[in-house]
């Protein structure tokens, strides 16, 4: 048995995490001398070199890349046993790891709220980034939870639809469409248009509507932000197609209409996932139930309008560019 302790570890860890001693110190709250101490009585015990140095980065070791998933899987089960612990003593208490893509932002921070408030000992760590970030971090199992709205090929995931996602044109107000009915999607080929950055399942569902309908519209501008594109939209460089969810503050009531384009809105879920083969901790599986059981009925109070095709909310009553058998009757959105 190799004689280590916990403390070596912790600091071996942040040390591979960080390719760094000097980070790793910065991290902990230790000297770049003590981490580097612990560092070396490690690899003496272990007997092996566990990094090493070129440039000023360091890199691991066969040896190295061992160990560090050993830690993992230590911290991990300890993690796990602590959970247990206060669940046997009738608490939930831990940290729970949430990574979710940028439309969820929208909506995630607000069920954590009464979440929080039910379980005041549990952490939570909140990353928001695109599909493709979320994809690599589930690779890399980074997190205990993960928000999509496409499932990737790889992982394999367990996987739940809890709300909808839906995709609409977001113009500003003073676009000459934005009074008219059953836009044919045409239309757009002659629109500037503000793209999502490529890794974002946003730009994948617009690039695939377009295709199908062999639209080409013009890319004036790529931005990698929804909240970024929602300026350039107001500031009259484009439209867009982003989340409904991006508007719940605002409404159609100041800068945005949303455009009544045929085929539109693109009709998306959110998911919630996570690793096939993980063992969920206690703090993921609450959380899981929780969002599973809430949010219907908070999406209801927030969101009214969810999934209903879109008319900008005026008494005109706009005129139908494709009036036919097929036009269909829309509601108004309340978001
Ligand atoms: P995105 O994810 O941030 O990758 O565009 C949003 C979505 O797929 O709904």
Redesign the pocket.
Known sequence: MIHATLHQLKVFEATARHGSFTRAAEELYLTQPTVSIQVKQLTKAVGLPLFEQIGKRLYLTQAGEKLLSTCQSIFTGLEQFEMSVADLKGMKQGQLKLAV???AKYFVPRILGPFCKRYPGIDISLKVT???RIQESMLANEDDIYI???SPTQPDLTIHPFLE?PLIVLAPTSHPLAQKKNIPIGMLNNEAFIM?EP?????K?VEKIFEENDITVNVSLELGSNEAIKQAIAGGLGISVL?QHTIISEGTTGEFAILDVQGFPIE?D?YVAHLAGKQLSIVAETFLEFLKEESPAMARKLLPGLGKAALNSDDEQPEDLDAGEDSKTREPLTV
Do not use: M, P, V
């Open positions: 893509i940028t439309t695109n599909h493709q999509i709205s496409q996602n999502r890794g974002s399942g946003t730009r569902a989340s998306r959110w």
